[in-house]
């Protein structure tokens, strides 16, 4: 029988040839690619699967869902009703009590609202926290309270700024101890030039009885001589906004002081006190007649029962003294000192009843127990606030023409007035909140009109938006809506106007501000960017130590400068990058936060020795008029330099001229604040750098001699020229500051084609840089304002201290009604690092230090002198420090040594220069 054979078979194969298994394709398909590694190309230390590492820098949070409960569900429907809403923010210097008094408010307990881990560490606040909560007034009202509890440390003042910005009133923490400090002076300019309400918050009278020991009349004598310093500092502020028809005041029977101590959870005024006396004792005497006897140099005779003005009897005393400090004394004393039968029975004559185990607590928790009961409720706090500080849709009024960019005449702006919730969606940005895994951020702002809702699609409008350049702009997605509650959070589906809200889903494009508006509404404007009353001026450099994880730890910069609002990050030229901050626990927090929150746990970053920010300066008037030439030869532009008249430039960072007030407006300010001559007065051009630069350009070509529509033809290339020269001095690439640049004289071409900006910008760059070079040039430094709490036995010790550091002390003046004094002066920036540390260790830790930038300061010497010899290792002789600064600096930066002659001069203003003997200096 025939069989057929099989193609191939019993043909010879090769071993290698042979086929024993089924290959990829044939197992998985045609589709599926197959990738072959080489063999332990994983590290050994390093798993194959990683395991989810969950971070968390926060305490333990809650996030309550859409199943509310019966008090949140109430505060969600009196969102509804703006009228009882009030927008608080407490803010006072550091270690004043403010996070221990939001305790007391919330009835918590452990410093509530740090909610960081690394605030709880530190003991201070890093980071504002908001709260929504429901407070009972005196009258039985309840009232929806957002508020902020804000940092107290000088270098944490933006975060303060940040919250008052949405904020319709301010409620100023001071110490009963420590009174007025420097921060309190800074939060109170904030304040102020916002034109927001402020009452005062009078907190820890504790230590008056309990530390100080003070008797109650010199008790008094200290509380009014805190507020009067209070009031004098108001009174001395310039200029007066406009929301203010006279200074505010602060004064008990107004009303707009509460006395509190958060630590044994009692507060209350002058009239909630009267009512105590009127609950009490009965009657129906005027409460309001009352209060209003309870404060200031008014006695009470208990012999006659009657108040008077003037002491009548040497046994009359100050009615504060009788009817509140003396009984407050009393039940501190003899809570402190009695127990038994003692205590019951003094405790029942106050109203107050103790269980047996309550009885036989120690005296601290005993007498906050006793306090607490015997005020009850922060009613008066709240009925203080809700009189002093105006509901959303009455401060939209004067808020909104302050913070919106755009015309109050279009619809957007009107809704926002009226705080109407069926206008168009307008929601303002101020600050983000990063989430427990600090990958990703909350926005949290305030609803300023229409209604916000989640799951919904709305336009996300950039600081730098405008309508001439609206690419700062993009289409996000609200995913949820919370209402911050401390440590709690409640997800809510809408927020209508006049309430603060926290959104998930819209921070990408944020990186300090934002407006939110609907996605149909094309004509909106962006709010106001935030003003801060001090500037970042110390700068550090970071690097990662493995080269391969920049990228990580860029990415981590920038989630710095989305959450600290004056922080700055910038990549010099040489390619390092520059954290910029206000102070050293400043910088130290974002280092904390760049190293273990927002890169990996495996990225280590180098950093150099901070440094200071500078600016470059003149002092004279160019020797010259200097002049520079386009590339192209077609154009030629001629100015001169000289020094800004003293105080203009801060004038003009404070914005207290600006171009858009009009002409006629900016016309007269020069005129009669500064002497200006009418012609100077109207020519001028622009401020610089930005639209508030502390520099001005000036127009001061004479119309004969000039071709006036060619001038004006290339008038936007010669600011942007004068913008880009006064951002980066050639110095050391620092900012101009308080120097004015006088156009004297342009030759334009007639041709569109050879004036365009290419050639007219970096000309204008060039000749700004050659008149301030034969101005001589000075450099700048910044200065702190120091303010030293200290005994008296150290203050030999600090002088000395200071004495080193190049520092100026002012004054040393002791603390009414304490053993301590205040020793004020000023140091500069780049000498104060470490200064803390110094002072502790030689003052035994007595001596307590704030530091605050204040002002620019020249720095001794001549930058541009080559004769000066810098040798390493050695300090700098004062006169030589300013070229100590800029050749440092510039190496730094990675620029040659001295300043380069041929880089600013034309040869034909050379040429000029040595037939006029003028000496460029460098």
Same mark, same amino acid.
Request: aromatic share 8%; glycine share 6%; net charge negative.
């Given at each position: 029988?025939?069989?057929?054979?099989?193609?191939?078979?019993?043909?010879?194969?090769?071993?290698?040839?042979?086929?024993?298994?089924?290959?990829?394709?044939?197992?998985?398909?045609?589709?599926?690619?197959?990738?072959?590694?080489?063999?332990?190309?994983?590290?050994?230390?390093?798993?194959?699967?990683?395991?989810?590492?969950?971070?968390?820098?926060?305490?333990?949070?809650?996030?309550?869902?859409?199943?509310?409960?019966?008090?949140?569900?109430?505060?969600?429907?009196?969102?509804?009703?703006?009228?009882?809403?009030?927008?608080?923010?407490?803010?006072?210097?550091?270690?004043?009590?403010?996070?221990?008094?939001?305790?007391?408010?919330?009835?918590?307990?452990?410093?509530?609202?740090?909610?960081?881990?690394?605030?709880?560490?530190?003991?201070?606040?890093?980071?504002?926290?908001?709260?929504?909560?429901?407070?009972?007034?005196?009258?039985?009202?309840?009232?929806?309270?957002?508020?902020?509890?804000?940092?107290?440390?000088?270098?944490?003042?933006?975060?303060?700024?940040?919250?008052?910005?949405?904020?319709?009133?301010?409620?100023?923490?001071?110490?009963?101890?420590?009174?007025?400090?420097?921060?309190?002076?800074?939060?109170?300019?904030?304040?102020?030039?916002?034109?927001?309400?402020?009452?005062?918050?009078?907190?820890?009278?504790?230590?008056?009885?309990?530390?100080?020991?003070?008797?109650?009349?010199?008790?008094?004598?200290?509380?009014?001589?805190?507020?009067?310093?209070?009031?004098?500092?108001?009174?001395?502020?310039?200029?007066?906004?406009?929301?203010?028809?006279?200074?505010?005041?602060?004064?008990?029977?107004?009303?707009?002081?509460?006395?509190?101590?958060?630590?044994?959870?009692?507060?209350?005024?002058?009239?909630?006190?009267?009512?105590?006396?009127?609950?009490?004792?009965?009657?129906?005497?005027?409460?309001?007649?009352?209060?209003?006897?309870?404060?200031?140099?008014?006695?009470?005779?208990?012999?006659?029962?009657?108040?008077?003005?003037?002491?009548?009897?040497?046994?009359?005393?100050?009615?504060?003294?009788?009817?509140?400090?003396?009984?407050?004394?009393?039940?501190?004393?003899?809570?402190?000192?009695?127990?038994?039968?003692?205590?019951?029975?003094?405790?029942?004559?106050?109203?107050?009843?103790?269980?047996?185990?309550?009885?036989?607590?120690?005296?601290?928790?005993?007498?906050?127990?006793?306090?607490?009961?015997?005020?009850?409720?922060?009613?008066?706090?709240?009925?203080?606030?809700?009189?002093?500080?105006?509901?959303?849709?009455?401060?939209?009024?004067?808020?909104?023409?302050?913070?919106?960019?755009?015309?109050?005449?279009?619809?957007?702006?009107?809704?926002?007035?009226?705080?109407?919730?069926?206008?168009?969606?307008?929601?303002?940005?101020?600050?983000?909140?990063?989430?427990?895994?600090?990958?990703?951020?909350?926005?949290?702002?305030?609803?300023?009109? %229409?209604?916000?809702?989640? *799951?919904?699609?709305?336009?996300? $409008?950039?600081?730098? &938006? #405008? @309508?001439? +350049?609206? !690419?700062?702009?993009?289409?996000?997605?609200?995913?949820?809506?919370?209402?911050?509650?401390?440590?709690?959070?409640?997800?809510?589906?809408?927020?209508?106007?006049?309430?603060?809200?926290?959104?998930?889903?819209?921070?990408?494009?944020?990186?300090?501000?934002?407006?939110?508006?609907?996605?149909?509404?094309?004509?909106?404007?962006?709010?106001?960017?935030?003003?801060?009353?001090?500037?970042?001026?110390?700068?550090?450099?970071?690097?990662?130590?493995?080269?391969?994880?920049?990228?990580?730890?860029?990415?981590?910069?920038?989630?710095?400068?989305?959450?600290?609002?004056?922080?700055?990050?910038?990549?010099?030229?040489?390619?390092?990058?520059?954290?910029?901050?206000? %102070?050293?626990?400043?910088? *130290?927090?974002?280092?904390?936060? $760049?190293?273990?929150? &927002? #890169? @990996?746990? +495996?990225? !280590?970053?180098?950093?150099?020795?901070?440094?200071?920010?500078?600016?470059?300066?003149?002092?004279?008037?160019?020797?010259?008029?200097?002049?520079?030439?386009?590339?192209?030869?077609?154009?030629?532009?001629?100015?001169?330099?000289?020094?800004?008249?003293?105080?203009?430039?801060?004038?003009?960072?404070?914005?207290?001229?600006?171009?858009?007030?009009?002409?006629?407006?900016?016309?007269?300010?020069?005129?009669?604040?500064?002497?200006?001559?009418?012609?100077?007065?109207?020519?001028?051009?622009?401020?610089?750098?930005?639209?508030?630069?502390?520099?001005?350009?000036?127009?001061?070509?004479?119309?004969?001699?000039?071709?006036?529509?060619?001038?004006?033809?290339?008038?936007?290339?010669?600011?942007?020229?004068?913008?880009?020269?006064?951002?980066?001095?050639?110095?050391?690439?620092?900012?101009?500051?308080?120097?004015?640049?006088?156009?004297?004289?342009?030759?334009?071409?007639?041709?569109?084609?050879?004036?365009?900006?290419?050639?007219?910008?970096?000309?204008?760059?060039?000749?700004?840089?050659?008149?301030?070079?034969?101005?001589?040039?000075?450099?700048?430094?910044?200065?702190?304002?120091?303010?030293?709490?200290?005994?008296?036995?150290?203050?030999?010790?600090?002088?000395?201290?200071?004495?080193?550091?190049?520092?100026?002390?002012?004054?040393?003046?002791?603390?009414?009604?304490?053993?301590?004094?205040?020793?004020?002066?000023?140091?500069?920036?780049?000498?104060?690092?470490?200064?803390?540390?110094?002072?502790?260790?030689?003052?035994?830790?007595?001596?307590?230090?704030?530091?605050?930038?204040?002002?620019?300061?020249?720095?001794?010497?001549?930058?541009?002198?080559?004769?000066?010899?810098?040798?390493?290792?050695?300090?700098?002789?004062?006169?030589?420090?300013?070229?100590?600064?800029?050749?440092?600096?510039?190496?730094?930066?990675?620029?040659?040594?001295?300043?380069?002659?041929?880089?600013?001069?034309?040869?034909?203003?050379?040429?000029?220069?040595?037939?006029?003997?003028?000496?460029?200096?460098?």
């Amino acid at each position: 029988m025939d069989v057929d054979k099989v193609p191939g078979e019993g043909a010879i194969v090769l071993h290698e040839d042979k086929k024993y298994y089924p290959d990829a394709e044939e197992v998985y398909g045609e589709d599926v690619q197959v990738v072959v590694g080489e063999e332990d190309a994983q590290p050994i230390e390093k798993p194959i699967i990683a395991p989810k590492v969950e971070k968390n820098f926060n305490t333990a949070t809650k996030e309550k869902g859409k199943k509310l409960g019966s008090q949140d569900d109430y505060i969600t429907h009196l969102m509804k009703e703006p009228k009882f809403i009030r927008n608080v923010s407490l803010a006072g210097h550091l270690g004043h009590g403010k996070t221990t008094f939001m305790d007391y408010l919330l009835n918590e307990t452990g410093r509530y609202t740090d909610i960081r881990l690394d605030e709880q560490d530190r003991g201070i606040s890093i980071k504002p926290t908001p709260v929504s909560t429901l407070l009972e007034s005196e009258k039985g009202k309840n009232y929806l309270f957002n508020m902020f509890d804000t940092p107290g440390h000088v270098n944490f003042i933006d975060e303060v700024c940040a919250s008052t910005a949405i904020s319709d009133g301010v409620v100023l923490v001071v110490d009963a101890v420590e009174g007025v400090m420097v921060n309190t002076k800074q939060i109170l300019r904030q304040v102020l030039s916002q034109g927001l309400p402020v009452v005062l918050l009078f907190n820890k009278m504790d230590r008056l009885i309990l530390e100080l020991k003070l008797p109650p009349h010199d008790a008094f004598r200290k509380i009014q001589h805190v507020i009067g310093e209070l009031n004098t500092f108001i009174s001395e502020y310039t200029p007066l906004h406009p929301n203010y028809s006279r200074p505010p005041r602060f004064s008990p029977e107004q009303g707009n002081v509460c006395f509190s101590s958060g630590r044994y959870g009692f507060s209350f005024t002058v009239k909630s006190f009267a009512r105590i006396y009127r609950d009490f004792y009965g009657g129906s005497f005027d409460v309001d007649r009352f209060s209003k006897r309870l404060w200031g140099d008014i006695y009470y005779s208990e012999e006659t029962r009657k108040f008077s003005r003037s002491k009548e009897d040497n046994d009359d005393k100050i009615s504060f003294v009788t009817f509140i400090l003396e009984p407050l004394y009393k039940i501190f004393g003899k809570v402190i000192s009695e127990e038994g039968k003692e205590l019951k029975k003094t405790v029942d004559d106050l109203g107050v009843h103790l269980f047996r185990y309550e009885q036989r607590l120690d005296a601290e928790p005993l007498l906050k127990l006793v306090a607490s009961r015997f005020f009850e409720n922060p009613s008066g706090f709240v009925e203080m606030c809700v009189e002093a500080f105006p509901n959303p849709v009455d401060s939209a009024q004067s808020r909104v023409p302050w913070l919106y960019t755009g015309s109050m005449s279009d619809p957007t702006a009107q809704s926002m007035l009226k705080c109407d919730k069926d206008g168009e969606l307008m929601v303002y940005i101020t600050k983000l909140f990063h989430r427990n895994d600090a990958s990703t951020f909350d926005a949290y702002g305030r609803v300023m009109s %229409g209604v916000l809702k989640s *799951d919904s699609q709305v336009r996300v $409008l950039g600081e730098s &938006y #405008t @309508e001439d +350049d609206p !690419e700062d702009v993009a289409i996000a997605e609200t995913q949820r809506l919370w209402l911050a509650q401390g440590r709690h959070k409640i997800e809510i589906d809408s927020a209508p106007a006049g309430s603060w809200v926290l959104i998930e889903g819209v921070d990408n494009t944020i990186i300090k501000t934002a407006t939110i508006c609907s996605t149909k509404n094309d004509n909106a404007r962006v709010f106001s960017r935030l003003s801060f009353p001090t500037s970042a001026v110390v700068k550090i450099a970071v690097e990662p130590l493995s080269p391969s994880e920049l990228p990580k730890m860029v990415e981590g910069l920038r989630k710095i400068e989305k959450t600290y609002p004056l922080a700055q990050v910038k990549q010099e030229e040489s390619g390092e990058h520059v954290v910029i901050g206000t %102070g050293e626990i400043h910088l *130290d927090c974002i280092m904390h936060d $760049l190293r273990k929150m &927002y #890169t @990996e746990e +495996d990225v !280590e970053v180098k950093v150099a020795d901070p440094v200071t920010t500078f600016c470059e300066t003149v002092i004279e008037t160019s020797a010259m008029k200097c002049f520079a030439e386009t590339p192209n030869k077609k154009n030629k532009i001629a100015m001169m330099a000289e020094p800004l008249e003293k105080g203009l430039a801060t004038a003009i960072e404070k914005k207290a001229v600006s171009l858009d007030m009009g002409k006629k407006t900016v016309r007269m300010y020069f005129e009669n604040e500064f002497g200006w001559d009418t012609l100077a007065a109207r020519s001028v051009w622009a401020f610089g750098p930005d639209t508030q630069g502390p520099n001005v350009l000036l127009d001061d070509t004479i119309p004969s001699e000039v071709d006036r529509p060619g001038l004006l033809s290339i008038k936007d290339s010669v600011v942007q020229g004068f913008q880009w020269g006064t951002r980066e001095g050639p110095l050391c690439d620092e900012r101009i500051r308080g120097v004015k640049f006088k156009l004297m004289d342009a030759s334009v071409a007639e041709e569109a084609i050879h004036k365009g900006s290419g050639q007219i910008i970096p000309t204008a760059r060039r000749v700004a840089y050659s008149a301030f070079l034969l101005a001589n040039p000075r450099l700048m430094e910044p200065i702190y304002a120091v303010e030293i709490v200290t005994p008296v036995d150290c203050i030999a010790a600090i002088y000395t201290i200071m004495a080193r550091r190049r520092g100026n002390l002012e004054s040393d003046e002791g603390k009414p009604g304490t053993p301590l004094y205040v020793v004020k002066g000023y140091v500069p920036i780049m000498d104060s690092f470490g200064l803390e540390t110094d002072l502790r260790t030689h003052t035994q830790g007595q001596a307590f230090i704030q530091s605050v930038f204040d002002h620019w300061s020249i720095v001794p010497g001549d930058p541009l002198d080559r004769d000066i010899v810098l040798r390493p290792l050695e300090p700098s002789q004062p006169h030589f420090l300013a070229r100590d600064y800029m050749v440092k600096t510039r190496r730094r930066k990675g620029m040659a040594e001295n300043v380069s002659i041929n880089k600013y001069f034309d040869d034909e203003m050379l040429l000029e220069m040595a037939r006029q003997d003028v000496e460029p200096g460098m």
